[in-house]
């Protein structure tokens, strides 16, 4: 086959289009793996802006995490079904949003038996990221709070609970045994969040009073970012910290640093980049609870020419959990 599908960039901040490109060739200590499910992340959208400070060389094929089955390898099987990031995939060489990539050897993870595409394409940021930032960074039951001996003792709030990485921060802190409240946009998205997580509906000014005045929490793991971060730190008791994922309702903060310094939480930031290592083995840990379903990630499935829907939905924050790109349609797939 010499050309194949893919979704292209053609220039900065214009929506990804879908189209025939030439098919990869390896070289030495690459393997072919043929694309079954390409995440689309925020990261993703944010390369694609052109603001970020790695720039591809336009156009370009996006796509920094896929699953797909192997083509051709020196180290794995045909058929073996594998996880795809890291090696500068969708970033400096065409990444995983085509039905066939080329990708080094070392970049490859074998996923667990039973998980499937659209769940292998997908698990790796949102559960590494929740499990680094409640365990390594927020330290959960072993910070330090007055009358906090145990994970058990914590009051975790995520902001952003029904997207996909605070999805995953409620159900590990639940697992642990601490009390979760989760900040959402309406009814609707607190509807989805996981049995036994309060939830805080971001306009109820009345609860967000209550939070302010009485401080219960000793966590804040936060997913949205933006001006309000300061507010949403008030929610936490002295003594207590707050976990910094992303930004998606706003890349700039302001403090106020004469309160800030009387409210004494501190504001831990959460660098993955720096984290690989820690991230493969919370991986290797938690894979299996997917699996088994004892985790949940929800995940939605778009074909190739429904990128540029994908990154409209994102933008409006209208994703349930994470999005994925498949060769074929959504329907072909599901009537296949």
Known sequence: MTTMAAVRVHGWGEPPVAEEVSTPEVV???????????????????????DFGVKPRLPYIGGVEGCGTVVSSALHAAGTRVMLRGGGLGLTRDGTW????????KNLVVLPDGMGPALGATYFVPVTTAACAL???????????PDVESAADEVVLVAGAAGAVGSMVAQLALRDGAKVLGLVLDQGQA?????????????????????H?????????????GRELGDRMHWVRPGGRAVLIGYVTGEEATLDLPNWLLQDVALLPTNMIRR????????????????????????????????????????????????????RSGRQESES
């Open 135 to 145: 365990r390594s960074i927020g330290r959960l039951g072993t910070w330090g709070v």
């Open 28 to 50: 030495a200590d690459e393997a072919l793996v043929r694309i079954e499910a390409a995440a689309v992340g925020h990261l993703d959208r944010t390369v694609a802006g052109g």
């Open 276 to 327: 690989n290592r820690e991230a493969r083995k919370y991986a290797e840990e938690l894979a299996p609870l997917l699996v088994s379903g004892d985790l949940q990630l929800a995940v939605e499935e778009f074909g190739f020419d429904q990128a540029a829907t994908v990154f409209e939905r994102m933008a409006a924050g209208g994703i349930n959990g994470r999005a994925v790109l498949q060769p």
């Open 98 to 105: 085509a039905e066939f990539v080329r990708v080094p050897e």
């Open 191 to 211: 509807d989805r969040l996981p049995d036994g997580v309060e939830p805080v509906l971001a306009g109820d000014a009345k609860h967000a009073h209550t939070l």
């Open 213 to 225: 005045e009485e401080r219960p929490g000793t966590l804040l793991v936060d997913t949205l970012g």
